[in-house]
C-alpha cells in the first residue's frame, strides 16, 4: 500500500456544490477526502490506495468508499 501525502503534490479545492453521497463523481481530477483521517485518495486508483482508516480503498480504478457521508469531493491540481 501507497501512503504518500498527496497534499506534498497538489493542491486540492472542494467540488461545490458539494456533490450527493448517494452519487460521488469520479475523474482523473477528482479525490476523495476522508472526514475521518484526513487522507486524500483518488476517485478512480490506478495503483492500490486506501486512507488510514480504511473508509476510502482501492486499486486498478475502482474505490470502494464504506462511508460516503465521511467523505468531501475535492478536484486536485498539481502544484
Ligand atoms: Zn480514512
Redesign the pocket.
Known sequence: MLNIDMRKIYNFYPVEPAPDAGNLPTGGDIYYE?L??Q?VVNSVPHIKAA??????SGGAGDLVVKNPQRVRVVRGKLK
Do not use: P, R
Request: proline letters at 0%; a negative charge; aromatic letters at 0%.
Open positions: 476522508c475521518d483521517c487522507m486512507c488510514a482508516c480504511g473508509n476510502l
